[in-house]
C-alpha cells in the first residue's frame, strides 16, 4: 500500500513540475507606438490597482494578473477594470509596473506561451506597454473613448501547485480507488482457505 501511494505522490509531483515552463531570457526590438498600436487587439490608457502572482511562482513564466482601472480606451473592447495576463518576470518579458503606476497598455488577445481566460488580454515588455510619461501617445490614436462598465473576468492562478489544488478531486478519486482496492485484495489474501 505505501508503495502505491508513494508511486501516486511521484506521479504528481512530476505532472506538476513538467506542468511549468522554463525560464527564458527577454530579448526584444523597442516598438515605436504606432507600430506597437498596429499589432494590439486593445488600447488603453489605466492605473495598476492589483497584480496577482502565482502561488507559489515556480517559474519566470508563471502567468501573473495585471488589474488595470482603465480611463481612456484607443482600440479594442476594454472593460473598466480589466485584468492583463503576462508572465511573472521581466527575464521572460513579462510586464514590469509597480502597483499605482497609470500606464498606455498595448495587449493581444492571444501571445506565446501566455493564455488569457475569455475577456482579458495578454502583454508584455516587448508590445510596447510603457508608464504614461515615458511615452507620447501619437494624435494618430484618434479620440479616446470610454471603457465598457464593470469587470472583465479575472482568471485563476495558473501555476502548476495551484491547478493541482484546484483539480484535487481528479487525483484523490484514483488514490481512493487503488487504496480501496489495495485493501480488499489483501483482505481476500489474509481470508483465503490455506492448504
Known sequence: M???LATVVLAISVW??????????CSCMA???????????????????????????LSSMDESRFVFEVTD???????????IVTASDGASCGLELSVGTTAI??????EFEI????????????????AVGTVVIPESFGAPTAPLPGSSPIGEDDAALAVVLRNWYWFAVPLVVIVA???VIRRRHSVAPRE
Not at 506538476?16 to 531570457?25: D, E, G, M, N
Not at 493564455?115 to 510603457?130: D, I, K, R, S
Request: aromatic share 6%; glycine share 8%.
Open 105 to 110: 497598455v498595448f495587449a493581444r488577445e492571444q
Open 16 to 25: 506538476a513540475l513538467s506542468a511549468t515552463p522554463t525560464a527564458h531570457a
Open 73 to 83: 480606451v484607443y482600440k479594442g473592447a476594454v472593460h473598466r477594470t480589466q485584468s
Open 31 to 57: 516598438l515605436t507606438p504606432a507600430e506597437a498600436y498596429q499589432q494590439s487587439d486593445a488600447v488603453f490608457v489605466g492605473e495598476l490597482i492589483e497584480v496577482r502572482r502565482p502561488t507559489p511562482m
Open 115 to 130: 493564455t488569457p481566460e475569455a475577456g482579458e488580454y495578454a502583454a508584455g515588455l516587448c508590445g510596447g506597454t510603457a
Open 2 to 4: 505505501r508503495a502505491a
Open 181 to 183: 482496492s489495495l485493501v
